[in-house]
């Protein structure tokens, strides 16, 4: 079954500074992988991607993610951070080959950006 | 640009009682699901439509969840005799092709 973690339940970054979330992924098919934002009390808003092709996806916002297949890894990098850029960040791996299944998400990680 | 959309937004609730979420997705979509979320989570996989058809529901969390998408447009979902730990955030999302796209949540609260 897929499986996803995020390294870091809660990163803090200057303003300015360049934002690294991580996530590893585990699927026994080719992925799709996918990022997520949440702002307090509201739903999910797609951040970017990756389905095939090219392996640096480019998102909203100025964010970028990268799939390492030998890693198992799409970590999410901007960067320089923006006080708007705080909120909780998930990553999700699509659940089968499928893409009308189900995702499976990481547990979410809460960036917080300093002045 | 019409997003999905979730009804209501907040609902109380004693122990005990019965609730019913609504969720409206993308119009062109076909594809519905249902996720909950609680406090410090991501979502977590519920149920799933395709049109009106339910194709997967082995993920309810017990047989007091049930969820319905009559027409293969609007979809509920309700749970009956609500307990204290059911009190999460509950998504829905809607997708045509790859992506899926979520609504605002219903943030259920049991006392």
């Known amino acids: 079954a897929q499986s996803v973690t995020q390294l870091g339940s809660h990163v803090s970054v200057s303003e300015g500074a360049l934002v690294l979330l991580r996530c590893n992924y585990s699927?026994?098919?080719?992925?799709?992988l996918f990022w997520y934002v949440q702002y307090p009390n509201q739903g999910l808003q797609l951040l970017l991607k990756?389905?095939?092709?090219?392996?640096l996806v480019k998102g909203i916002n100025g964010f970028e993610a990268e799939f390492k297949k030998s890693e198992t890894s799409f970590h999410l990098t901007k960067p320089s951070a923006h006080m708007s850029d705080a909120a909780e960040y998930f990553c999700?791996?699509?659940?089968?080959?499928?893409?009308?299944?189900?995702?499976?998400f990481g547990p979410g990680t809460r960036l917080s950006v300093l002045p | 640009d019409t997003g999905v959309s979730q009804n209501p937004r907040h609902k109380i609730t004693k122990r005990g009682q019965n609730v019913t979420f609504r969720c409206d997705p993308i119009s062109e979509h076909n594809r519905l699901y249902w996720y909950r979320q609680t406090l410090g989570q991501g979502p977590e996989f519920l149920t799933y439509f395709q049109n009106e058809a339910q194709l997967e529901k082995s993920r309810l969390l017990s047989d007091r969840f049930s969820a319905e998408r009559p027409k293969g447009s609007f979809s509920t979902l309700e749970i009956q005799r609500t307990e204290q730990g059911d009190s999460a955030m509950y998504l829905c999302?809607?997708?045509?092709?790859?992506?899926?796209?979520f609504g605002p949540g219903t943030r259920l609260t049991v006392l």
């Open positions: 999302a809607s997708s045509e092709g790859v992506t899926q796209y």
């Open positions: 999700a791996v699509s659940e089968g080959q499928d893409y009308g299944q189900n995702f499976v």
């Open positions: 699927s026994s098919v080719p992925p799709y």
């Open positions: 990756y389905t095939t092709g090219a392996t």
